[in-house]
């Protein structure tokens, strides 16, 4: 019963190649987010969507595309993988856009090589 | 732009010593403020919040007060657990709805028992 859950928990791939990441959370939550973490532990956000709408677009290449088939899923698409794209990326849940807590997933560890 | 600034890490610190985690915020306005804990191999959960002025956010025995005057919300316990060994993260939610979180860069604490 897992709430926010992510697949997969680890992903190695070369540069170039196309990946995805899925996110599902079974808290019947409205809004949903992607982060990504660096080596430092730096959080900083991607995206967020509500209602399967694009609310939040950060400065992010756009080989990163997120897609929201239905309020419980927020997937990552990335294109031409770069050696800067590893990092942890973080799915999160919340009630509301306004809501003060966010439910994080687990993360999906991600390296380029 | 609004940002958040922790004290670097990492923190180590013996069983029941008492603990301090700075943290500083630049935001217009009252921004909600909080503590998120990322326990190793886990995404952040929320430790406490505080939304308003003079508001003390308080949960497993941290606490933390939302001072204006000195733009600070410091994390205090008075005596840590090996089990309290994770990264701490500061973070701000502008007021108003529908803004996202900003982290600090966090902060990296050990007890050694």
């Known amino acids: 019963d897992t709430a926010v859950s992510q697949t997969p928990k680890y992903l190695v791939t070369q540069m170039g190649n196309d990946k995805s990441i899925k996110c599902e959370q079974n808290l019947g939550h409205d809004t949903m987010y992607w982060y990504k973490q660096d080596s430092k532990k730096f959080l900083k956000i991607m995206f967020s969507?509500?209602?399967?709408?694009?609310?939040i677009n950060e400065t992010v290449p756009n080989r990163f595309s997120p897609k929201s088939p239905d309020k419980a899923h927020l997937n990552l698409h990335i294109n031409s993988l770069e050696l800067g794209d590893s990092a942890v990326y973080f799915c999160?849940?919340?009630?509301?856009?306004?809501?003060?807590?966010?439910?994080f997933g687990p993360g999906t560890r991600l390296t380029v090589t | 732009g609004d940002s958040v600034t922790q004290m670097e890490g990492p923190v180590t610190l013996s069983e029941e010593a008492f603990l301090t985690i700075n943290c500083t915020y630049t935001?217009?306005?009252?921004?909600?403020l909080f503590w998120y804990v990322q326990y190793p191999g886990e995404g952040l959960q929320l430790l406490l919040k505080?939304?308003?002025?003079?508001d003390k956010g308080s949960n497993k025995g941290f606490e933390a007060t939302y001072r204006k005057e000195t733009t600070s919300f410091h994390l205090e316990k008075g005596s840590v657990q090996v089990s309290d060994s994770a990264v701490y993260f500061c973070a701000l939610r502008p007021s108003g709805s529908a803004r996202q979180l900003t982290f600090g860069s966090g902060t990296q604490l050990t007890v050694l028992p």
């Open positions: 999160a849940s919340s009630p509301r856009t306004d809501s003060y807590e966010q439910y």
């Open positions: 505080a939304t308003k002025a003079d």
């Open positions: 969507y509500n209602n399967k709408e694009l609310i």
């Open positions: 935001a217009t306005g009252y921004p909600s």
